[in-house]
């Protein structure tokens, strides 16, 4: 359980406080506002505050007074039209908030995608909860023999159990190092009145990367786009998808025609090369084309040709 029952009860009460407004809300996405979805084995991501929804986008890129009186056929076609045409700031003009929850090495795969506001849980003023992510059994895997920043086959048996029990014993031990560091009891008293303890800020240096932190992340929803793009990718550690995949539920609430035209145009669609598009044509035209007589090297051959659902022999 992610939270402990008095936030439980901070987050009630935020639900239950309701403020009238004039702005643009979506009831979809105030049903899950504040409401923690959990993601791994401690962790959440969950919707703080957002601004703007799918006639926002619309509104902007028609700079209108109002709403008008169009229909959701219409403003989808819209929005399907920049989305295609890689259209960016009437997308910028909706801005969402999360809180999340995530093992520190999430979190230094997330924070490279730059033009979101960030700010992060202070493990220098306050002292980090003794909560450390292990992956499930199903997600335990070895190396990948292909891709070398990918994984292969599951680890099972004997195998497994002895790396859940590193990391286990691993992250328990550095915790139980970080306490005496601390030496701390739960009133702020010194455990071992002998000494003072250490600075906060110099005794997390010996968590593990797996540790959770939290932080409070905003951004536009071009932006978010993107990140969910690269995020929500199979190519992406399952680790970082995992919270990509919660998100986007979040996205498909608040701006359903975006969303949509998120997945038709970017998601579940792919580039091709100005070469790759010549072997198209050429296979249509009924000409047979191998790899050698395509023009594309080795990969950028499989790639296409998983693209289009054929064997790559
Ligand atoms: C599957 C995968 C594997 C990866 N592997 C590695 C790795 O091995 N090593 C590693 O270091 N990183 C790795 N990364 C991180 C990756 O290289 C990017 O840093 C990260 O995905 C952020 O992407 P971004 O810069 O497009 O996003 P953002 O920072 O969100 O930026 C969004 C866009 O804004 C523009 N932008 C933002 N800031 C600038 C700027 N200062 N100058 C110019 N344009 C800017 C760019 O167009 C950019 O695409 C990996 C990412 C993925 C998804």
């Known amino acids: 359980m992610p939270l402990t029952d008095e936030q439980r009860q901070e987050v009630a009460a935020e639900q239950a406080n309701t403020r009238p407004t004039r702005r643009a809300t979506v009831p979809a996405l105030e049903d899950i506002l504040y409401e923690p979805a959990p993601v791994l084995d401690h962790g959440f991501v969950r919707v703080v505050d957002y601004m703007g929804d799918d006639g926002a986008i619309v509104q902007a890129a028609r700079v209108s007074y109002g709403r008008g009186t169009r229909r959701v056929s219409e403003d989808a076609g819209l929005i399907n039209y920049l989305m295609r045409h890689r259209h960016t700031t009437p997308f910028e003009m909706c801005e969402i908030k999360y809180h999340v929850k995530l093992p520190i090495f999430v979190a230094r795969q997330w924070i490279r995608h730059r033009t979101a506001n960030v700010n992060e849980y202070s493990a220098r003023y306050s002292i980090l909860d003794n909560e450390f992510y292990l992956p499930r059994p199903e997600h335990l895997a070895a190396q ?5 920043q990918g994984r292969g086959d599951v680890v099972e048996g004997p195998a ?36 003072s303890g250490l600075a906060r800020e110099l005794a997390r240096m010996n968590l593990s990367l797996n540790f959770y932190t939290q932080w409070y992340w905003k951004i536009d929803l071009y932006n978010l786009f993107h990140f969910l793009a690269l995020r929500a990718d199979p190519h992406a550690q399952y680790e970082i998808r995992a919270y990509a995949e919660a998100m986007l539920a979040t996205v498909e609430r608040w701006v359903p025609l975006a969303h949509a035209a998120f997945l038709e145009y970017r998601m579940h669609a792919a580039t091709i090369s ?33 693209v289009l659902g054929r064997e790559s022999g």
Do not use: C, F, H
Request: negative net charge; aromatic residues 6%; glycine residues 6%.
């Open 274 to 306: 100005a070469t790759g598009l010549t072997v198209i044509r050429r296979m249509l035209a009924g000409e047979p084309v191998d790899q050698k007589s395509s023009g594309l090297n080795p990969r950028e051959w499989r790639e296409l040709m998983a």
């Open 144 to 148: 990948a023999a292909t891709n070398r």
């Open 160 to 195: 497994a159990r002895r790396v859940l029990d590193l990391l286990r014993e691993d992250a328990e031990r550095a915790y139980a190092g970080y306490t005496q560091m601390l030496n701390e009891d739960d009133a702020g008293n010194p455990v071992d009145p002998s000494w």
